[in-house]
């Protein structure tokens, strides 16, 4: 299977055109480039081969991995902390349906990886984690996932990438381990998927001596590792790839000699150890000429031939590939980046998000009416999502400054400090602390009760040596949007910890490690599918407000929806007033005036009538005792709503005396209390909003109060 890039030039498509042409390659394995180039040039080069081609692509978490415009699932890592295993094989459904889409056969996913080695430079969030159970049972459910829609899942590295300290891309790693060792763990996923119907397994260039002990030789070339141990010992029969044999941990391999292969070599080396698809060969033709010359001189028989073409035809019958159709353009974008997709990473983050440390109860933040809360960002990537959504909930100031002196000076003022550490969401950036972001933050908690929220991979938290200090500790995996608003509705309460930790951080958490915390009664974020609203209907939303804009029935609006809960639809549209001066904002405060009878009144006798406190036919007398004895007791519920009760519309709620010219004589005058709740008012009056005071406590000193809005 061939490189191929669709965000190269017409000589590369030229090039694979006579891969497929004159040497006869079997595949292609898609790297950089976008989705409709990609599904474009598949379509050329399908028409280019007599028998159809396997097409792969590296997408461990989804098309993104390598192509732009496409939908970015979590790591994972990120996974790895999920306790829902259903939610897991959903990631593999989406990536296996996307895959589909494009015209992709196989997906070199998932890594089966165990991460032993928090130093491991290429694996890391690619794994789901250190525990061997943990790994198994996310791979089998991602498998289960992207092969339920047609796409054949590869698993990786063989034997096992995850206690190395250096990259195969680069060098040969070396793993010291033990073969008992590899046995127990290292090979433990891999038996468990073969059982769940594992399609194809890919080796990694590994130098293992116990598996194979000649000097610097590649696992992925290896006879003992590929035949006798993966074939023969775990009786695998389904397809085998190699690794990129472009790599440089298997392709600088010098034999014992210490000559360097020549162009091909490695091909042959690897295909004589018994894999099946030789992936990403340095130089195919010279490749195929060498495999050519050793069948002929039968270093190569027509039997171990055979084997891998007929499982090659095999799985290309049940790919379809017999029947093959050109992939249909029309629509693919949209097809490959489903509304469905946002609604689900909701849900993994609602379940990820992992409390490593509560004390005193710290999380949720509950009392919000006397506790002054500062934010101050550590890391170098963006934070916005999550600072918007922590200042929904209450009033956050934001601090900074060059000087932690500085910092700390201004953080005596406030009662709680909660510390968001933002790095880069794309793989393979660094995600560590530097040495001044360790010290502020030690400066900050040794002063401060704080909070700290940690938006990379748990391997972050590793250079910090005491978390003695730290009331709170949450870890967000990841620094989207979606992460970061999942996040903060944690903070307050909206939604409760449900994440456990995939990996150890020194002695100070293990893996399983993870608190829960309380869910309070505050709304939260979500897409519309999780709450069974439709996207696509909330769009008429916006037509509905700019016609209402445009008619003057209003300078601007801000619509917010919610159901079950969770905020679904937020959005302003235009401007706070007509002369189009400042546009609107989500955040601009509002008088409801008598939109209390519908938006306040009406929800709580909803709840009222459904508790069986009231009926429609519950008099006032009865709801609101200051009314008993007088002209209006016996008004009943029904009328009231629906302004049928004959009361006057309102009364002055103060009295002035003029003078002969009209000029006060007498500063305005409003009524007590207890003059407003005289059987006289009572008779005579309809309150009004102007007794908001008075109201408010007659809603706090009666169970019932709240209905009592009805009046104003």
């Known amino acids: 299977m061939a490189s191929v890039y669709s965000n190269k030039d017409?000589?590369?498509v030229n090039t694979v055109d006579k891969l497929i042409t004159e040497n006869k390659v079997g595949g292609l394995i898609f790297f950089q480039g976008g989705p409709v180039r990609q599904a474009n040039l598949t379509n050329h080069f399908q028409s280019k081969s007599k028998v159809p081609l396997f097409i792969g692509i590296d997408a461990e978490w989804g098309l993104s991995m390598r192509l732009d415009s496409t939908y970015r699932h979590p790591w994972n890592m990120t996974l790895g902390a999920v306790?829902?295993?259903?939610?897991?094989?959903?990631?593999g459904e989406s990536m296996g349906k996307e895959s589909k889409r494009i015209g992709v056969h196989f997906n070199f996913a998932p890594v089966l990886?165990?991460?032993t080695n928090s130093k491991n430079p290429i694996i890391g969030f690619r794994s789901f984690g250190e525990s061997k159970v943990n790994v198994t049972e996310r791979a089998i459910a991602l498998m289960n996932g992207v092969q339920n829609q047609g796409v054949f899942s590869t698993a990786k590295h063989f034997p096992g990438h995850g206690d190395t300290s250096t990259d195969s891309h680069k060098t040969l790693p070396l793993v010291t381990l033990s073969q008992e060792h590899i046995d127990l763990v290292e090979l433990y996923p891999y038996k468990r998927m073969f059982d769940e119907g594992l399609v194809s397994v890919m080796v990694g260039h590994l130098n293992i001596p116990s598996l194979d002990p000649r000097p610097n030789y590649p696992t992925s070339i290896s006879s003992s590792v590929v035949t006798e141990l993966l074939q023969n010992e775990m009786e695998f029969d389904g397809l085998i790839f190699t690794d990129g044999l472009n790599m440089k941990g298997v392709s600088t391999y010098r034999a014992i000699d210490s000559i360097q292969p020549k162009p091909g070599e490695i091909d042959l080396l690897a295909f004589l150890a018994g894999n099946d698809i030789l992936l990403c060969s340095e130089n195919a033709p010279m490749a195929i000429e060498k495999i050519r010359i050793a069948y002929q001189n039968n270093s190569i028989t027509e039997e171990r031939l055979a084997h891998s073409v007929k499982k090659i035809l095999h799985y290309k019958f049940k790919a379809g590939l017999n029947k093959y159709k050109p992939?249909?353009?029309?629509?693919?974008?949209?097809?490959?980046?489903?509304?469905?997709?946002?609604?689900?990473?909701?849900?993994?983050?609602e379940n990820a998000v992992t409390v490593l440390q509560n004390k005193e109860n710290i999380l949720p933040i509950q009392n919000l009416k006397n506790n002054k809360i500062a934010y101050v960002k550590l890391g170098d990537d963006e934070n916005s999502s999550f600072v918007s959504t922590l200042k929904k909930y209450t009033e956050i100031t934001e601090v900074s400054s060059q000087s932690i002196d500085s910092i700390n000076l201004k953080l005596k003022e406030f009662n709680t400090v909660i510390v968001g550490f933002h790095k880069s969401d794309k793989a393979w950036k660094n995600h560590d602390f530097t040495e001044t972001e360790l010290f502020w933050l030690q400066q900050i908690t040794k002063n401060n009760k704080v909070i700290l929220d940690v938006f990379a991979e748990p391997y972050s938290l590793l250079p910090i040596t005491n978390f003695e200090n730290i009331e709170g500790l949450v870890i967000s995996y990841q620094n989207s949007d979606i992460a970061q608003i999942v996040s903060a509705e944690l903070i307050f309460g909206a939604i409760e910890a449900k994440g456990r930790l995939p990996v150890s951080i020194n002695t100070n958490f293990k893996v399983n490690d993870g608190l829960p915390t309380e869910k309070l009664n505050r709304l939260g974020l979500t897409s519309p599918e999780n709450v069974d609203m439709n996207p696509v209907k909330l769009l008429e939303i916006e037509k509905i407000a700019n016609k209402a804009i445009e008619d003057k029935i209003a300078p601007g609006i801000v619509v917010l929806v919610a159901r079950k809960g969770k905020v679904v639809y937020q959005k302003s549209f235009g401007y706070q007033t007509y002369d189009k001066v400042k546009m609107v904002s989500t955040t601009d405060l509002y008088d409801v005036a008598s939109l209390t009878k519908i938006i306040a009144t009406l929800p709580?006798?909803?709840?009222?009538?459904d508790k069986g406190n009231v009926t429609l036919e519950t008099n006032l007398g009865n709801m609101v005792p200051i009314f008993k004895n007088s002209n209006k007791s016996n008004i009943n519920f029904k009328d009231l709503l629906l302004h049928n009760a004959q009361l006057q519309p309102y009364i002055p709620f103060y009295k002035k005396t003029l003078d002969s010219s009209g000029k006060p004589l007498e500063k305005y005058y409003r009524k007590t209390p207890?003059?407003?709740f005289s059987k006289q008012v009572a008779d005579s009056m309809f309150v009004r909003n102007d007794y908001h005071d008075t109201i408010m406590k007659v809603i706090v000193d009666n169970p019932l109060g709240a209905i009592k809005l009805f009046v104003f």
Request: hydrophobic letters at 40%; aromatic letters at 8%; charged letters at 20%.
């Open 10 to 12: 017409s000589i590369h």
């Open 83 to 91: 306790q829902d295993l259903k939610l897991v094989e959903k990631v």
């Open 113 to 115: 990886d165990i991460n």
């Open 327 to 349: 992939i249909e353009i029309a629509n693919l974008y949209q097809d490959i980046n489903p509304s469905s997709n946002e609604a689900l990473q909701y849900q993994l983050f």
């Open 604 to 609: 709580n006798v909803m709840q009222q009538y």
């Open 674 to 676: 207890n003059e407003l």
